[in-house]
């Protein structure tokens, strides 16, 4: 679907997924009638499993399959739509309780005539009681309630979820799509879009945040620089606070409008603004409110350091690319010089090896808490430039 307002034709539901050609006919044929009661959608981030769920979700209660043209595929769209339910999390997880009341919201009948649509954005956030407590309302459905599950890989849901899914995987978009979708859509100048497809590694949020803001691309570039920087202890430890703090600093910009936002309605609901006084059930709305902002915070945090591990990665892969004469484009282009220096400052085991120490961060933060500044010191110094 297009944005209203933006001057470009309408589409159908189906035209922001990039590069997914197969997975837009299976999903259409469904829609025609081969239809399932639980479907999980995988695939990398940016791939667009939670655009591919909702435009199925759309075409479910479409008249049309999902013309991206009527009412009914624009509630869905702006997320209005009475039979479809998005859960979507900031948080580190999703609970038990959530998933209860969405089991309950899923055991209603739809108010059209259609299906009731039940979108699980981050599935794999589930914690242990939450993914039991959903196997069971997805062992038995209702005859009218669709569930579609988002994950990155179908081992991050429990394999008793997996098997009774029907799985849809979405592969990480091409260049030349992603490029060619930036061009239509966002009416950049072919050269521009291929450096944020390129950049962005087929990530097509990333690619349009890249394509339109400057601050987005000075932080990339900062990130993708760090490498060549990497010649002592010192500078090591410089690096992993630079891109700490690049991580804060993109997460606050993210996240600080949302929270002005939802303090002003905080205070709105308790008459704070008209009244100038704060009754005695404000203060624990607020501790509530304060308390969630800060999961979610971190949350963020985490998110942008990941992204700009895999930036990280992108140079890395680009060296030994260089190293082994592979002779395939590098993501890092425009860095060729810098890459040529790092590879011809090592071998392809050492760039492996810096690959492993980045992915081995990735799991110290993600999987076992590690605090993020700890983890990037102890990958900076594993990255050191060492001469061969």
């Not at 009475?82 to 009948?109: F, M, N, W």
């Not at 936002?261 to 404000?282: C, F, I, N, T």
């Not at 140079?315 to 860095?335: H, I, K, M, P, W």
Request: net charge negative; with cysteine; hydrophobic share 40%.
């Amino acid at each position: 679907m297009t944005t209203p307002g933006d001057g470009r034709s309408p589409g159908t539901v189906w035209d922001g997924l990039v590069g997914q050609g197969a997975v837009v006919g299976r999903l259409q044929r469904a829609v025609a009638g081969d239809m399932s009661h639980a479907w999980l959608f995988t695939g990398p981030p940016g791939s667009g499993r939670s655009n591919a769920a909702i435009a199925f979700a759309a075409a479910l209660q479409c008249g049309r399959g999902g013309c991206g043209q009527c009412h009914s595929c624009h509630e869905v769209e702006v997320g209005s739509h009475p039979d479809v339910r998005v859960t979507r999390t900031e948080k580190l997880s999703i609970g038990v309780e959530e998933v209860r009341d969405l089991v309950r919201s899923s055991a209603l009948a739809p108010v059209g005539n259609r299906w009731q649509v039940m979108v699980v954005e981050d599935a794999d956030r589930l914690t242990d009681q939450a993914a039991n407590a959903l196997l069971k309302a997805i062992e038995e459905p209702t005859e009218r309630t669709v569930w579609l599950l988002c994950a990155p890989t179908v081992e991050d849901v429990l394999p008793t979820i997996r098997s009774r899914t029907r799985l849809v995987v979405l592969a990480t978009p091409s260049v030349d799509d992603v490029t060619d979708f930036l061009v239509r859509t966002e009416g950049l100048g072919v050269e521009t879009a291929s450096y944020a497809a390129r950049a962005s590694q087929g990530h097509i949020g990333r690619a349009r945040a890249l394509a339109r803001d400057e601050d987005t691309r000075r932080r990339r570039r900062e990130v993708v620089t760090i490498p060549t920087r990497l010649s002592s202890l010192g500078a090591c430890m410089a690096a992993a606070a630079d891109l700490h703090d690049l991580a804060k600093e993109e997460a606050e910009a993210l996240t600080s409008e949302h929270d002005q936002r939802e303090k002003s309605d905080l205070d709105r609901m308790y008459g704070v603004v008209e009244r100038g006084r704060r009754p005695r059930e404000y203060a624990p709305a607020l501790r509530d409110l304060e308390k969630s902002q800060k999961t979610r915070g971190k949350r963020r945090v985490l998110d942008v350091v990941d992204r700009g591990l895999m930036d990280l990665i992108s140079v890395y892969r680009d060296v030994l690319t260089v190293q082994l004469g592979a002779g395939s484009e590098l993501v890092n282009a425009e860095l060729r010089g810098e890459v040529v220096a790092l590879a011809n400052a090592s071998s392809p085991e050492w760039s492996l090896g810096r690959i492993e120490a980045i992915f081995e961060a990735r799991e110290q933060m993600l999987e076992f808490n590690v605090p993020p500044l700890l983890a990037l010191e102890s990958m900076m110094v594993a990255l050191r430039i060492h001469r061969v």
